[in-house]
C-alpha cells in the first residue's frame, strides 16, 4: 500500500458500502451498518463525489477546482485522501446524488475549524512497549532493558494479538486512517509484522519510529506486510557520538545497515534527531547524510529536559552559542532543495504559543493513544498517569473509549478544575480550551494537569 501514496496513476474510488448523503442539513460520510458518520466540508464533500466518480486524482482535483472557483479544490482531494484512506481504494465508478449541493450555502467553503472534534479519531498511536534494546540518555520514559536473547515479546506488550486484530477492523469500519508504532522499540513486539498485514489489507496505513537493528531480511517482511513509512532515529554520524547517544555500542553500523535495508526495500523512510550538546556540532554531516542516500525528509528537535527532569541529564541540552553557531536558515538554504527540514526548538515553541489557530494537542480532536497493555491515555507520554488514563480497549471499543464521559472531560475541561490558578478567570481560557491542552507540560511544570501549559497564549 506504501507505493499508492503520491502514486496519481492508482485509482481511488469510494467504497462500495461506502456513501455520502445529508444528515441534518449537512453532508456527512458513512460506511454502510456503521453508526459513525463523518461530517463533512462542502470542499471535501465535493472532492470525495468526484473521486467517487473517476476514481483519478488529477481529474478529480481539476473538477473540484472548477466547481470550486479557485485551487482550494486541490487541496481538498489532498485532505480527503489524507483523513478518509479507509474509505477509499480501488473500486469502480460510483455516481453520487449532488442533488443536496443545491441546499448548501456555498459560502461555507472553508477550512474546518481546529475546534471541531472528529466523530471518530483519524489516527491512533500506540506505544507498543516500554521495553528498548537502548539506553538513550535523553529518552524521558522510564524504559526498561530487554535482551535479544529473550525469545518472548516484553512483558509489557500484554495487549494480546487477537485484540489487536479486532482494533484494526474497528479502525477501518470507523474511517481511522492512520496506525502510529512507536516505544519503547514497537519492533520488540515479535507478532508486529502480523498486525500490520491485518492493518493493510484493512487500508490503514502504518508508521513506524524505530532504532532497531533492522536487518535486509527484516526489512522485506516489513514492505510485504505493507508498512506505509518508517522514521529512523539517528542523531548523529559519528560512531562515537552514537555510542554514547544510545547507549549502544555498535548503533552506527547496525543503522546504516538498517537505512540500506528499509530503502531497498522500497519502504520509505524519514530521519528524526534530537539535539543536544553532544552532537549539535556535527549536524551538517546528517544532512550529507540524507542528500548521499536519498533520504527525502530530517526533522530536528532540541532536548528539551524542563519537561520532564525525572528521567534526563540536563548537560544534554545545547548552550544557546551551540544553537546560534549551527546556524539553521544556512543548512536549510544549502540542503533544503534535497532534503525536506523540520526544526521543532525552542523559538518555535514561542511562535507557536502566540498563533491563537494553532492546533496544540490533537487527542482533543483527532488522536487516540494506546499503551503497551491496551488502556487508552490521553497522552502517550505520560504512560500510566492514572489521572490520564481513559478506559482500556481491553474492555470497551475504540468508538466507546473515544466518546466516553472522561475523555471528553479532559478534552474540553471545565473551568472550574482551574479555580485558583492563572488561568481562573483568563481572557483567554477559551482560546487555549479551542487549541487543545498540553497536560504533558502542565504536569511536569507544576505536577498538575490543570494549570497552564507551555503554550499559554500569554507566555510563561
Known sequence: MQREIGNYHTKFYLQPDVTIDLYKGEPYLFRKGSKVKHQLSVGEALALTFLSESGDVNKAKTACSLSIGNSMGKQWVDRVLERYWTYLGPSHPKKLNLSWLKRLNINRLRQRQTQRREAAPSSLTWLVTLSCNRKCPYCFYEVTSYSALNEKSPPDASFPLKRALEMVSEMSEIGVSNLHLTGGEPLLRKDLKEIITAATSSRIRT?????????????????????????????????????????????WEEAIIAITAIMEAGIPIELNTVLTSININSLENLFKLAVQYGIPKLTLSTFRPQLNDIFSDNSLVPSKKDMVKIKLDELQEKYGHKVEIKF??????????????????????EELHLLPDGSVTHCHY???HKEMIIGSLMECTIQETWNSKRFL???????????????????????????GRCYYSAISRYGSLYEKDDFCLKGN
Open 344 to 365: 521543532y526548538g525552542s523559538s518555535k515553541l514561542k511562535e507557536i504559543s502566540l498563533n491563537m489557530n494553532q492546533k496544540i494537542c490533537g487527542v482533543a480532536f
Open 409 to 435: 472531560q479532559l478534552s474540553k475541561p471545565s473551568s472550574a478544575f482551574y479555580k485558583g490558578t492563572e488561568c481562573d478567570g483568563c481572557s483567554s481560557f477559551q482560546l487555549c480550551e479551542n487549541r
Open 382 to 384: 505520560l504512560p500510566y
Open 207 to 251: 508508521h513506524l519510529v524505530t532504532k532497531f537493528a533492522i536487518t535486509a531480511s527484516q526489512a522485506k517482511d516489513l514492505a510485504a506486510a505493507g508498512t506505509t513509512r518508517i522514521t529512523y532515529s539517528l542523531d548523529s554520524t559519528l560512531p562515537k557520538e552514537t555510542s554514547v547517544l544510545t547507549g549502544s555500542r555498535n548503533f
